[in-house]
C-alpha cells in the first residue's frame, strides 16, 4: 500500500498538482529536491507552477485587447497592399477585420482553455503544441468561413479556388503565430532574468551592512557591559532587530510604522558610538504609519548619512528626517550635513539599489530624488499613499 501511494504522489508531482515541499513533510521522505523537481528513477523533471507559463493569460481584458489590435494592424496592412487607398478598400477592410479577428479570437480561446493542460508538459514541448494549436484553429475557421461564404461568391470570376484560399489564409496564420510565440516566449524569459537580477540586488542590499558597523557595535556593546548593563542590554536587541531584518524576505513590505522603529534601533546603536557628534531631529508626526514600504529602506540612506557626513567632521552633525503628505504621495526626506571627505560609490550604490526597489513596488510614484547643496545633503523618498 505504502508503494502505491509513492507512485501516486511522484505522478502528481511531475504533473505539479500538489504542493512538493508540503507532500514531502506529509509523507516523510520522498526523493523530491529542493528546486522543485520530483526524482523518479534517476530522472529529474521540472515542475513549472502555472503562474511560470511563458503564454500570457490570455482570457483577461488586456489579452484580448492586444489580439484585437495585432489582428487590426495585420489588416490594415493586407488591405493596403492590396487594394492601396480605393474607395473600395473599406469593403476589403471590414470583411477581412471580421475573417482575422475570427480567427485571432478563437486561437486565443483555445489557448486559454488549454493553458492549464499546457503548463503540465516540459518547457520545449509547450510552443511547439501552442504553434500547432493556433494553426489547427486557423484550418478550422478557414473551412468555416470557405463554406459559408463560397455559395454566394462566383471565385472563379476572381481566380481564387479552395486551395489557394487556404494555403494563404496558413501562411499568414504561420507567421503572425511563430512571430508572436516567439515575442511571449523572449519576454517571458527576459522578465524572469530581470527579475532574478533584482532580488539578486535587493538581498545584496539587505545584506549590506557594512562589517566596520559591526565590530564597532560590538566593541560599544562590550564597553558598556560593566559600566551600563541596562543600555548594553538594550543595544543588543537592537543589534539583533536590525540583523532580524536584514535576514528577512527581500521583496517584503512592511509598514511605515515598523520601518521608523528600525531606523530608530539603527540611530540608537550609532549614537552609542558616536555619543554626542551624532544629533537627530524627527518630524515625521504627520505621516500616514500603515503606508507599505519595501523593509530595510531608511537604514541604508542613514547609513549614508552618518559614514558620509557625520564621521568625517570632528564636531559631528544633525541628521533630520522630515516627513509630509503631499497629493496624494508620502515623502520623507533626510538631510545630513556635507563631510569634509569626497563621496564614496557605496553612497551611490545604496541609493540606486534603494531607488530600484521603490520602481520595482511602486513604478513611476516611487521615486529617490537627491540634492546636494552648498552645506547639507538631501535625499527626498517618495512613495504613494495606498493602505496595506
Known sequence: MARVYRKAFLWCARRGWIDVDQARRDTGGVNVNTRGHARVRGVSKPIVPPSE?????????RAVFAVVMIGELLVFVLTLARMGFSPLALDDLALLSLYVQLIGLS?????????????Q???????????????LVATLVCELAWRVVAPSVDYAAIGLGHGDFALR????????????????????????????????????????IRPHF????????????????????????DLADLFRASLSDAAALV??????????????????????????????????????????????????????????????????LMGALR???????????????????????????VRQR?????????????HAATNDYRVLISIPHVHP
Not at 515623502?331 to 563621496?343: D, K
Request: with cysteine; net charge neutral.
Open 53 to 61: 507559463l511563458f503564454l500570457p493569460d490570455l482570457c483577461g481584458i
Open 214 to 237: 559591526f565590530f564597532n557595535c560590538m566593541n560599544t556593546i562590550a564597553s558598556l557591559t560593566r559600566s551600563d548593563p541596562a543600555r548594553a542590554e538594550r543595544a543588543v536587541e
Open 107 to 119: 486561437a486565443a480561446a483555445a489557448l486559454c482553455i488549454s493553458r492549464r493542460w499546457l503548463n
Open 327 to 353: 497629493d496624494g504621495q508620502v515623502e520623507i526626506e533626510i538631510v545630513n550635513p556635507i563631510g569634509h571627505t569626497a563621496q564614496h560609490s557605496g553612497n551611490r550604490l545604496a541609493q540606486d539599489n
Open 255 to 320: 509598514t511605515l510604522a515598523e520601518e521608523i522603529e528600525l531606523a530608530r534601533r539603527y540611530l540608537n546603536i550609532e549614537a552609542l558610538r558616536l555619543g554626542p557628534r551624532l544629533v537627530t531631529r524627527w518630524a515625521l508626526e504627520t505621516l500616514p504609519l500603515s503606508t507599505p514600504i519595501p523593509r530595510l529602506t531608511l537604514q541604508p540612506l542613514l547609513e549614508n548619512a552618518i559614514y558620509h557626513g557625520i564621521e568625517p567632521a570632528p564636531a559631528g552633525g544633525e541628521i533630520v
Open 121 to 135: 508538459l516540459p518547457e520545449p514541448a509547450i510552443p511547439v503544441l501552442s504553434y500547432g494549436l493556433v494553426l
Open 169 to 208: 489564409s496558413l501562411a499568414i496564420s504561420a507567421i503572425v503565430a511563430a512571430l508572436v510565440l516567439r515575442y511571449f516566449y523572449v519576454q517571458f524569459h527576459w522578465k524572469q532574468r530581470t527579475e532574478s537580477e533584482a532580488r539578486a540586488r535587493v538581498e545584496a542590499l539587505q545584506a549590506r
Open 358 to 370: 521603490l520602481a520595482a513596488h511602486f513604478g513611476t510614484r516611487g521615486r529617490l530624488i537627491v
